[in-house]
């Protein structure tokens, strides 16, 4: 159990209470809001806290790295783009082969048209974190 970060330059406030959450990782808090189930999720995090998150970062669930794609040359479909972020977490940002794509809202599906080949694609956090999947894509007639 973690509490909740406060800045060392902020003055010490009476009205702020100290509360203990239980850190839930990404995929179970993603499976607690596809059910609509309640957890104390954290509240948002003090704007003036030096913390350096160096945890919990992103969890890419598509595409899945390593995986090989096939896309009509006739009638391309869209990549779906989907992650599984911590509470705290509001905004993601998607990077395709180190080029940026798209801001998006945490816990939204996005899709991109890929090239042909080998792709990278990248998810930072609105707290810096990163994480990587590398994909393969083959255009096919069909």
């Not at 948002?44 to 040359?73: M, Q, R």
């Not at 009638?75 to 998006?104: D, G, M």
Request: aromatic share 14%; proline share 8%; with cysteine.
């Amino acid at each position: 159990m973690k509490s909740s970060c406060t800045a060392k330059t902020a003055s010490p406030n009476p009205d702020i209470k100290k509360k203990w959450y239980r850190i839930i990782n990404p995929e179970i808090q993603a499976w607690y809001n596809e059910r609509n189930m309640g957890y104390d999720a954290l509240p948002p995090h003090n704007p003036d806290c030096d913390k350096i998150y160096l945890d919990n970062y992103p969890v890419i669930t598509f595409p899945v790295n390593g995986s090989e794609y096939f896309i009509s040359k006739q009638s391309p479909e869209p990549l779906q783009l989907t992650c599984h972020v911590n509470a705290e977490v509001k905004e993601v940002f998607w990077y395709i082969n180190n080029r940026f794509y798209k801001k998006a809202l945490a816990g939204t599906k996005e899709f991109f048209t890929p090239e042909q080949g080998r792709t990278k694609i990248s998810c930072t956090d609105d707290k810096g974190r990163n994480t990587d999947v590398w994909v393969k894509v083959r255009y096919v007639d069909y």
